[in-house]
């Protein structure tokens, strides 16, 4: 005859109220929207970064100041080709790093170029790269910067300042395109070509650095259409930038 225990129905485990099990999905499901929601913001980020506006076509980058820091007051033409904007830094003697001419602070001017999804050349000049660099950082616009250092030594420590920010570095030469290579290491930087040089000189540094930079290519003797065809170019420097961009809509 089985024994009482083992014939009595012993109560079940709850597996937990309905509202309780309602709670819990509800908990989930807000998860997986925050989730959602931050990687569309880190992809709206990264659309305005400088190497995706690389890919997206040419960058054309015109001279600016504190006072101009959007596409639109730069002079820059209404289109969907990138804009950028190239700034010179200064220090002022409380340590402040200012943009001139005038006295705007870098990191107002970096939370409006922010805004306004504007990429920045900054070039250095005296300032301390590593002072730049940590306003950069805390402006999030470490994708969004060029640092164009004013010396041998100063392009040093704007390597070193920060490892993923992209470092302009002058190269004139095959010898010079090497020796750029070497001192980047695995740093991100974009080589800087005259425009007067050689195709060749563009082709070779284009395969190491990550960006190359010149400066206006129009001249007499051949269009801006004709340069780029034979050198790969992904930013342009020139003061203007509406007869550039209209010069290659026409040549195209």
């Known amino acids: 005859m089985p024994h009482p225990d083992t014939t009595s129905d012993k109560p079940c485990k709850s597996t937990g109220s309905p509202l309780k099990r309602c709670l819990g999905k509800g908990i989930v499901a807000v998860g997986v929207c925050m989730l959602a929601c931050a990687g569309v913001v880190l992809h709206h980020s990264k659309a305005y970064g400088l190497m995706a506006r690389i890919h997206h076509g040419l960058i054309i980058c015109t001279p600016g100041t504190g006072l101009s820091m959007t596409s639109a007051s730069a002079g ?3 289109q969907d080709s990138p804009g950028m904007l190239r700034l010179e830094l200064a220090s002022q003697e409380d340590g402040r790093v200012i943009v001139v001419p005038g006295s705007n602070p870098l990191n107002e001017v970096l939370a409006s170029s922010r805004r306004a999804h504007t990429l920045l050349m900054l070039d250095l000049n005296d300032t301390n790269p590593t002072d730049v660099a940590m306003l950069v950082r805390k402006a999030r616009m470490r994708d969004r910067v060029v640092l164009v250092p004013s010396s041998k030594e100063t392009t040093q420590v704007a390597l070193q300042a920060d490892p993923s920010m992209m470092v302009a570095i002058p190269v004139h030469s095959t010898r010079e395109a090497y020796a750029a290579h070497r001192l980047a290491g695995h740093h991100p930087y974009a080589a800087y ?3 007067t040089a050689a ?19 129009i001249t007499t003797t051949f269009s801006a259409d004709e340069f780029l065809a034979d050198r790969p170019v992904d930013i342009v420097v020139t003061p203007q930038p509406t007869q ?6 026409r040549d195209s």
């Open 193 to 195: 070509l005259s425009p």
């Open 199 to 217: 195709p060749d000189l563009f082709t070779l540094v284009h395969r190491d650095a990550e960006a190359v930079i010149t400066e206006n290519p």
């Open 244 to 249: 550039l961009s209209q010069t290659l809509a």
């Open 76 to 78: 820059l033409p209404h």
